[in-house]
T-cell receptor, first 112, second 112 residues
Framework: DAGVTQSPTHLIKTRGQHVTLRCSPI?????VSWYQQVLGQGPQFIFQ???????GRGNFPDRFSARQFPNYSSELNVNALLLGDSALYLC???????????FGPGTRLTVT | AQTVTQSQPEMSVQEAETVTLSCTYD???????LFWYKQPPSRQMILVIR??????QNATENRFSVNFQKAAKSFSLKISDSQLGDAAMYFC?????????FGKGTSLLVTP
């Protein structure tokens, strides 16, 4: 079975621009979570979606938003990019009853 | 609030030897799960082992085992017969629901 997939792999944006990152969960998984990992730190929780509903949100500004589609794939949107948004963005999927989360390879975002 | 602390930024082990990575955590919840994730330079976050708080028996996955001390809120990872492929960042993580809370990680170097 295919694991969690994310696109694009790398992305370079300019301050003030908008970016959309995409994630497809493992087949059969209905929950998708997003994390931001700044260099040298552990991942920080941004959102979790289950059945297209937001289940939880971390301490991130409203510039960050996400949605989940009927096929359970997900998009993370970030508006008005700041230099501090440069990070590895990780997507993870899990079964609704499972606490285990399985991660994708990540999208490396660089804001210049 | 939940916190996860990894006090060893770097550890080194010789091939075939055993190494233990430390993790302490804090939560007021009685039901929670603990995980160790491995992140090699390829940056894919890989689930190594998990422990349910309600289980007294320490989890084991092949060469990986944990020492779960619930009263002390300690959750260490032991890697036996270390291999070159074990070199990576190791993150300890805690969840009580949907969000994973990560420590800052321990970088493990494996020398021949």
């Amino acid at each position: 079975d295919a694991g969690v997939t994310q696109s694009p792999t790398h992305l370079i944006k300019t301050r003030g621009q908008h970016v959309t990152l995409r994630c497809s969960p493992i087949s059969g998984h209905k929950s998708v979570s997003w994390y931001q990992q700044v260099l040298g730190q552990g991942p920080q929780f941004i959102f979790q979606y289950y059945e297209k509903e937001e289940r939880g949100r971390g301490n991130f500004p409203d510039r960050f938003s996400a949605r989940q589609f009927p096929n359970y794939s997900s998009e993370l949107n970030v508006n008005a990019l700041l230099l501090g948004d440069s990070a590895l963005y990780l997507c993870a999927s899990s079964t609704p009853t499972g606490y285990e989360q399985y991660f994708g390879p990540g999208t490396r975002l660089t804001v210049t | 609030a939940q916190t996860v602390t990894q006090s060893q930024p770097e550890m080194s082990v010789q091939e075939a030897e055993t190494v233990t990575l430390s993790c302490t955590y804090d939560t007021s919840e009685s039901d929670y799960y603990l995980f160790w994730y491995k992140q090699p330079p390829s940056r894919q976050m890989i689930l190594v082992i998990r422990q349910e708080a309600y289980k007294q028996q320490n989890a084991t996955e092949n060469r990986f085992s944990v020492n779960f001390q619930k009263a002390a809120k300690s959750f260490s990872l032991k890697i036996s017969d270390s291999q070159l492929g074990d070199a990576a960042m190791y993150f300890c993580a805690l969840t009580t629901g949907y969000a994973l809370n990560f420590g800052k990680g321990t970088s493990l170097l494996v020398t021949p």
